[in-house]
């Protein structure tokens, strides 16, 4: 029997995501319909506000301008998170702090980690990328010439998640002609295989469908409460489980930082995201080891004013996945499918990968299901896992000691075998291409190349010849000098996205 009829249950970005994802691939079919059903009743969590570069693509594939995105959604460049205080500020400085840039550490093509090992103490080894310069500068990562979707380095975006959703719903509205519902499902009914049968609506009404999307957030209605799969606690790897979150509006005149700033503390860290109006910010800790009012004191500190009666939105995370992505008819996207805390931006990215994969393997005839579902659920569960090992990597190799906290994440971390494997491999030597074996790696050797040198992982270096010396020093003397002049030649963060709105203003 032919699938013809697919629900998406929930808007905000992973409903919307996943609404242009199979519009893309489903248009052609005129037989297909899909629907999205969103409850006005239940609030759009909306916290993620950071991306990375692969949203480039996406967004290109769905037919959405660049200039669009910018000019709707309060939108400022990301070049990559600049981790301050993550290690011992005894030790590195009160200000110690690294890059995880989005430019490849590798300059001219060239792999010069075991020349950055043997010079550890005169460069930092996020300056081997040419991007350095421009993200210190605070410059744009894009000239004004610079055609939509590149720059002069890699970026990715920040942006208002839900004015991001809106323009993701219109796209889908218009281009794909997708329908929009609002209704609040009450529950669900199953067939006599457990599959979805139908949504039954707090309106009375109900609906059939053929395919449903669970974009529903972490109450997981259909895979959780319906279906039951269960979930898959990774919290005893991540021991962060709570958020405070906070706005500040900011100053036309207010300076624009070119990445997002994760600064630690004693039970975790803190979020900064700036946007064209605002900055976004959001206090992450472990309640095991750190209190809501001490919480509060510490985000208060941060912010330099008394956060106690302010609108702070509390968020409780699940850190974890459910244990089967697709279920008989049934898919889970978004925090319906997993959520790990914002470090790295995981959610939009998993909720990307995820969404299509769906599309590229949608099952047009109900009876390959089962084997399509087989196949993307090891996939979607390979994937979590790495996200787990790279997000703990940040913590497992910090060298602070400062608090139980740390003591605990850092002593006595529960690696997976994977991760443990990999360690003791990069003492040796550092990651390259062949250790990862999957294409399903979402973070590759050059990311944990950022992570363990920014983190001082002592990698043994191998001796240099004098030629090597001569050779990879020019190298990256070069990128310095280019560096350098590439921050001279570029706009401020601000004043490009200014030149913009003018531009945009007199057309």
């Not at 009450?186 to 609906?207: F, M, P, R, T």
């Not at 209605?221 to 790897?237: E, M, N, T, W």
């Not at 706009?491 to 709105?501: A, N, T, V």
Request: proline share 4%; aromatic share 12%; charged share 25%.
């Amino acid at each position: 029997m032919k699938t013809r009829r697919i629900a998406i249950i929930g808007g905000g970005t992973a409903g919307w995501m996943a609404a242009n994802h199979l519009g893309v691939e489903l248009s052609r079919d005129p037989d297909v319909e899909i629907t999205l059903i969103e409850s006005k009743d239940v609030p759009i969590i909306g916290v993620g506000e950071g991306t990375v570069p692969r949203i480039k693509s996406t967004l290109k594939k769905f037919g959405i301008s660049e200039v669009e995105l910018i000019t709707a959604c309060d939108m400022t460049f990301k070049q990559g998170v600049k981790f301050a205080n993550w290690m011992d500020a005894a030790t590195h400085g009160e200000s110690n702090a690294y890059y995880h840039p989005f430019s490849p550490p590798y300059p001219h093509g060239y792999d010069l980690t075991n020349y950055w090992l043997n010079n550890s103490d005169f460069i930092e080894f996020s300056a081997l990328s040419e991007f350095y310069r421009v993200a210190e500068d605070n410059k744009s990562p894009k000239k004004v010439s610079s055609p939509p979707y590149e720059g002069v380095v890699d970026y990715a975006y920040h942006f208002d998640a839900a004015k991001f959703s809106g323009l993701l719903a219109k796209n889908a509205r218009s281009r794909f002609s997708v329908k929009h519902i609002f209704e609040t499902v009450k529950y669900v009914k199953q067939s006599n295989d457990g599959s979805i049968k139908s949504l039954v609506y707090e309106s009375g009404h109900e609906q059939h469908f053929d395919f449903y999307i669970d974009c529903s957030g972490f109450s997981s209605l259909l895979s959780g409460r319906a279906l039951d799969i269960p979930f898959v606690d990774k919290s005893h790897q991540i021991m962060t489980d709570t958020a405070l979150v906070y706005r500040q509006m900011t100053s036309p005149d207010d300076e624009i930082l070119p990445y997002t700033l994760s600064t630690a503390h004693k039970a975790g860290w803190v979020w900064d995201i700036p946007l064209t109006n605002r900055r976004g910010m959001g206090f992450v800790y472990a309640s095991d080891y750190m209190s809501e009012d001490q919480a509060v004191e510490g985000f208060s500190r941060y912010v330099g004013r008394d956060l106690a009666n302010q609108d702070l939105r509390k968020v409780a995370m699940n850190i974890g996945y459910r244990e089967i992505f697709w279920e008989k008819n049934c898919v889970s996207l978004g925090l319906a499918q997993g959520f790990v805390e914002p470090l790295e931006a995981t959610s939009i990215l998993m909720t990307d990968f995820s969404a299509n994969l769906i599309a590229r393997n949608f099952p047009y005839n109900q009876e390959n299901m089962r084997a399509i579902a087989n196949h993307c659920n090891k996939l979607v569960q390979y994937t979590w896992e790495r996200i787990i090992d790279f997000v703990q990597l940040h913590y497992c190799l910090s060298d602070r000691r400062d608090s139980d906290f740390w003591r605990v994440v850092t002593e006595s971390p529960d690696l997976s075998d994977l991760l443990q494997e990999r360690l003791e491999l990069w003492r040796l030597q550092p990651p390259q291409k062949t250790d990862f074996f999957s294409r399903f790696d979402i973070f590759g050797p050059e990311n944990y190349l950022y992570i363990l040198y920014g983190m001082n992982y002592p990698t043994r270096a191998n001796a240099l010849s004098d030629a090597e010396k001569v050779r990879f020093g020019k190298i990256v003397e070069d990128v310095q000098n280019k560096s350098q002049q590439m921050s001279s030649s570029l706009l401020s963060h601000r004043k490009w996205l200014f030149e913009l709105e003018k531009a945009m203003s007199k057309s």
